[in-house]
């Protein structure tokens, strides 16, 4: 199983979803860092991801890689995080056949209804119990 964790601007993000698929995840998922910019990709790193890579050209190349694409629901939107996001990569992320697991944050002019504002780490807790689920469901069809 192959999960990928997109962030950009500094990775704070990106670095605490990391940190808790490691700790709640089996030793041989492998998680792939893909930041927008390298900072990004260094916290995730740092974090216990397996492997990095930043970019537009990374992001849209492991898009179609992995298994699992995790971040901020912002990572489908084109120029995202002040415009780090580009619009090729919101195309090869939504586009992708991986099961996508995003936080619903309200964060910019793009508001989604019906979503709680929780605090971070009750949305990352949530996120994770998600990606359980899912791989969990995944792994018993095959």
């Known amino acids: 199983?192959?999960?990928?964790?997109?962030?950009?601007q500094g990775g704070g993000?990106?670095?605490?979803?990391?940190e808790k698929?490691?700790?709640?995840?089996?030793?041989?998922?492998?998680?792939?860092?893909?930041?927008t910019n390298?900072?990004?990709?260094?916290?995730?790193?740092?974090?216990?991801?397996?492997?990095?890579?930043t970019g537009e050209n990374a992001v849209i190349y492991n898009a179609w890689r992995v298994d699992y694409?995790?971040?901020?629901?912002?990572?489908?939107?084109?120029?995202?995080?002040?415009?780090?996001?580009?619009?090729?990569m919101a195309d090869a992320i939504s586009s992708s056949p991986a099961v996508k697991v995003l936080l619903p944050l309200n964060r910019s002019k793009i508001n989604i209804v019906g979503?709680?504002?929780?605090?971070?780490?009750?949305?990352?807790?949530?996120l994770v119990k998600r990606l359980k689920e899912l791989t969990e469901v995944n792994?018993?069809?095959k």
């Open 21 to 35: 698929i490691r700790r709640e995840f089996p030793e041989n998922t492998e998680l792939l860092a893909l930041g």
């Open 115 to 126: 979503i709680k504002n929780e605090p971070l780490p009750h949305l990352i807790e949530e």
């Open 13 to 18: 993000i990106g670095k605490h979803i990391t």
């Open 38 to 53: 390298s900072l990004a990709t260094s916290a995730m790193l740092r974090a216990g991801a397996n492997e990095g890579a």
């Open 69 to 88: 694409i995790v971040g901020p629901v912002s990572i489908l939107f084109p120029n995202a995080m002040l415009g780090e996001l580009t619009p090729k």
């Open 1 to 8: 199983m192959k999960i990928a964790v997109i962030d950009g």
């Open 139 to 141: 792994r018993n069809k």
